[in-house]
């Protein structure tokens, strides 16, 4: 009974020491499952991050390539309108005014209002919306000169109800619109400023409008 006792503490002592050592290597199996798991995990990580920075490399070259397409895009409308004029304040003919009356209109108005005697030659003479009553007349002159002219004897129409100004793309018209605020308060300080195009000088110092950043910047010199 002695000898069957002792086997049996035996044994059970060798089962015990088998299952701990069963339990520590199905530990190490597992750890070494999991570390492998992780280096894939690392490895797919690593593969990401090349992948994502050649995405933002390509995707640099890309905006990069917007970017001047949209400036030569606007360049290139910039010059179709260089010869044009905004009239703001004149009244229609009618409620079908024609473009043949709404030229003799604008006509009248340079050699009564503005003491322009030359016939000026233009490609086209329109409303810019045929149903609003208020609409502003757009004027394409044949010779920048002319346009100049024009320009440069607005200071006549002061104190009517008519206003001429530049005909502008719709980027350079936002940048002015956000540039406004800046030049009336340069103008109340005292300060020497006026707008040209889409800058805004401020004694001798230029400022433009930033798009991507909504922010108003001083131009680098």
């Known amino acids: 009974m002695e000898m069957l006792s002792g086997m049996k503490t035996e044994i059970n002592t060798n089962f015990e020491s088998i299952s701990n050592h069963i339990g520590s290597l199905n530990k190490s199996v597992s750890d070494l499952k999991k570390n492998k798991q992780v280096k894939d995990m690392s490895a797919e990580i690593r593969s990401l991050k090349e992948k994502n920075g050649g995405l933002q490399e390509e995707n640099s070259e890309l905006k990069g390539r917007l970017d001047d397409a949209e400036s030569k895009t606007d ?58 009553p208020n609409s502003p007349i757009i004027a394409r002159f044949a010779f920048f000169k002319d346009r100049e002219r024009v320009m440069r004897a607005k200071q006549k129409l002061k104190g009517s109800n008519i206003f001429i100004g530049e005909d502008f793309s719709k980027r350079v018209r936002e940048a002015r619109k956000k540039l406004s605020p800046f030049l009336k308060k340069a103008r109340d300080e005292g300060k020497r400023c006026k707008m040209v195009f889409d800058h805004l000088i401020i004694d001798g110092k230029h400022f ?4 991507n950043t909504a922010d108003i910047e001083e131009a680098s010199t």
Not at 208 to 211: D, G, L, M, V
């Open 75 to 132: 360049d290139l409308e910039g010059r179709s309108r260089r010869n044009n004029i905004l009239v703001h304040g004149l009244p229609r003919a009618g409620a079908q005014e024609t473009w043949e009356q709404c030229e003799g209109a604008l006509k009248d108005m340079f050699r009564e209002k503005m003491e322009l005697d030359d016939d000026f030659v233009m490609d086209r003479v329109h409303r810019l919306r045929q149903n609003d």
């Open 208 to 211: 433009h409008y930033n798009p």
